[in-house]
């Protein structure tokens, strides 16, 4: 017996002893909003209409609309998808990395922030380009979201500068912010950085008027907004933070307010280590699959032009769509992506 403890006191200290993949910083999470009110619990997403994705795909993370009403998302593999009302699934183009956010310019090109190969564009006749995917001279990170302005600019987020779309966990977990906000000209081809040491830069929205750009934080819990316009031009503030849950996409509807994709509320266990750097590194050795994940869950919100929360809607237990990741709000109901899924949802 005595053997067998020496050999896991072994074990034990020569797991402590092997170096963590990040360096992770103490961190003080906000303390959330109450899910009462206009936050409370509901089960109005479980009329949500699913359509399955083709065969083998999975992982429709945004969805975009063009003007004939085709519904477009990027899948795990690559590929991007369209489905018209007349027709089934077709892959129009494979970006080589991951596509996680989409967005319509006025030519009707299909720009795309892919998280490993940078900020694309797709043309009508499905040419697939490279727009930008480097800054200073570096390679960009994850990038994440995109958005568009009525003059044409592109605003995008890159999530995190220190860790890669497939250990973005870690970037949670370490508390270093290195995610960034940027603006790109497609037509001088000049990138602006707008904001930097952002907590995982995530789903990006210009606001109707045109006078701010937001971003979301996601292991912050908040939104940031960033002036474009006005006397706090290129000033950022908080447009609203204590969130519930991970915030992911955010979309503006054409009443001028947002509606925002929570992927999942928060984990306790998560926001306890936090402050504990030591242990986030030892978490951060063990295996993936031994990561704390959330119980799926359903949950979006809507926010009026000055952050407030209008209404929100769940589906608590995942019935009919969980960790969502984005919401587009088009003319005839919502339409949500996510992140592994096998369909993509909509709710008129």
Not at 3 to 12: N, P, S
Not at 290 to 305: E, I, R, S, T
Request: proline share 6%.
């Amino acid at each position: 017996m005595w053997k067998l403890f020496v050999i896991l006191i072994i074990v034990i200290a020569g797991a402590i002893a092997y170096p963590s993949p990040i360096d992770s910083k103490a961190f003080q999470p906000s303390r959330s909003l109450a899910m009462n009110g206009v936050l409370a619990p509901n089960d109005a997403l479980q009329a949500t209409q699913l359509t399955t994705l083709p065969a083998g795909m999975r992982g429709g993370e945004d969805i975009a609309v063009d003007v004939l009403n085709c519904v477009y998302t990027g899948v795990e593999n690559g590929d991007i998808l369209r489905k018209c009302t007349y027709s089934d699934w077709e892959v129009l183009a494979n970006t080589g990395g991951r596509p996680l956010g989409l967005a319509f310019d006025a030519q009707q090109n299909l720009i795309i922030a892919d998280g490993e190969k940078g900020l694309l564009q797709l043309t009508p006749k499905h040419d697939l380009s490279t727009l930008v995917d480097q800054y200073q001279g570096e390679k960009l990170g994850v990038v994440d979201d995109v958005d568009i302005a009525a003059d044409g600019t592109i605003y995008f987020s890159d999530a995190s500068a220190l860790f890669s779309l497939k250990d973005h966990f870690f970037d949670g977990l370490n508390a270093q912010p290195s995610g960034r906000l940027f603006s790109y000209n497609p037509t001088t081809k000049a990138l602006t950085l707008l904001a930097d040491d952002l907590f995982f830069a995530n789903g990006v929205a210009v606001a109707k008027d045109q006078s701010f750009v937001l971003v979301n934080e996601t292991f912050a819990y908040q939104i940031s907004r960033i002036w474009l316009s006005g006397e706090k031009a290129g000033q950022k503030d908080t447009f609203l933070d204590k969130l519930p849950g991970f915030p992911d996409g955010i979309a503006t509807d054409k009443n001028g307010s947002f509606w925002l994709a929570i992927f999942a509320p928060r984990s306790q266990l998560v926001d306890k280590i936090h402050p504990l750097p030591w242990v986030k590194n030892q978490l951060a050795k063990l295996p993936k699959d031994m990561a704390p994940v959330p119980p799926a869950y359903g949950f979006v919100v809507q926010l009026d032009k000055e952050g407030n929360i209008v209404q929100s809607l769940h589906d608590q237990a995942a019935v009919a769509i969980g960790e969502i990741t984005s919401v587009q709000p088009e003319s005839d109901g919502l339409y949500f992506g996510t992140l592994h899924g096998r369909e993509i949802g909509f709710l008129p």
